[in-house]
Nanobody
């Protein structure tokens, strides 16, 4: 079993930056692919970025390419999401999830574990 805890969400002005962290428990965390998703009010949860279990492969949604960077440190059981050039459309609750299935990395329904989420609010 894997437990995930997100942190780093905050209120930031447009154009600003934030760094989100996803802290996992247990050695099993290192065997899971980790995805960052976001969910705005009234909208479905959507994938933002994902990283392979060993960091060897990454995925980014088109709307964050060039602005967000995902990374992981398995020695610290942590996956980070560096977010730059934030705009109000990035406002959402951000969740990290764990899945063994890289082929389904964009599908929230294929994730086995989720954190509780962290709020990101970007003001204009």
């Amino acid at each position: 079993q894997v437990q995930l805890v997100e942190s780093g969400g905050a209120l930031v002005q447009a154009g600003g930056s934030l760094r989100l962290s996803c802290k996992g428990s247990g050695r099993a965390f290192r065997t899971y692919n980790i995805g960052w998703f976001r969910q705005a009010p009234g909208k479905e949860r959507e994938v933002v970025a994902a990283i392979w279990w060993n960091g060897g492969r990454t995925y980014y949604a088109d709307f964050v390419k060039g602005r967000f960077t995902i990374s992981r440190d398995n020695a610290k059981n942590t996956v980070s999401l560096e977010m730059n050039s934030l705009n109000p459309e990035d406002t959402a609750v951000y969740f990290c999830g764990a899945t063994l299935r890289w082929a389904a990395i964009q599908n929230a329904g294929d994730y086995d574990y989720w954190g509780q989420g962290t709020q990101v609010t970007v003001s204009s």
